[in-house]
């Protein structure tokens, strides 16, 4: 029980930070 939701965090915690990596791409990329 307690795997699942590790597992759970660490696919949410790289989810949100790819996520926040595309949009600081996206900002970049813009301002050029």
């Known amino acids: 029980m307690e795997t ?3 597992v759970l965090l ?3 915690f ?3 930070g790819a996520m ?5 791409f996206k900002l970049f990329a813009g301002q050029r």
């Open 20 to 24: 926040s990596l595309y949009i600081l």
């Open 4 to 6: 699942t939701y590790l």
């Open 14 to 16: 790289l989810a949100i």
């Open 10 to 12: 660490i696919v949410a």
